[in-house]
């Protein structure tokens, strides 16, 4: 799993695997090591009807909805977004889970769990 900060925005990129386990379990979670402490992030199942995040003891935990976790079985859902409001903001936070998928130039990363990027598909057909 990845995570994207930018701004006011956080963004979750799931490979296969990762999503295959979300809808097995509802729980997905990865942690950055600095030495002296680790940040967790984390999808997490939920009975909202929206996704949702928080940050509290070193752990960004993005909520998702439970009712939406069969709709990512479908190959054509790529994502779910949501604008979340942050009280004592005037700016909300923008959320974004979706599926990993193949970068279109070069890379070092491994992406053989990446799903198949949908711009390649029948690149070459006319």
Not at 36 to 50: A, G, P, R, V
Request: glycine residues 4%; hydrophobic residues 30%.
């Amino acid at each position: 799993m990845k995570i994207r900060i930018k701004g006011n925005s956080l963004r979750y990129r799931l490979t296969k695997s990762e999503v295959d386990q979300f809808i097995a379990t509802g729980y997905v979670e990865e942690k950055i090591n600095f030495g002296n402490s680790n940040l967790y992030y984390l999808l997490k199942k939920t009975d909202s009807d929206h996704l949702s995040a928080s940050f509290n003891n070193n752990k960004i935990t993005l909520n998702f909805p439970s009712s939406f976790i069969n709709k990512w079985t479908d190959p054509a859902q790529v994502g779910f977004e949501f604008y979340m409001e942050v009280e004592g903001s005037d700016k909300p936070l923008y959320l974004l889970v979706e599926k990993d998928f193949t970068c279109l130039d070069k890379t070092n990363e491994d992406q053989s769990d990446n799903f198949p990027n949908p711009l390649l598909t029948n690149v070459y057909e006319r």
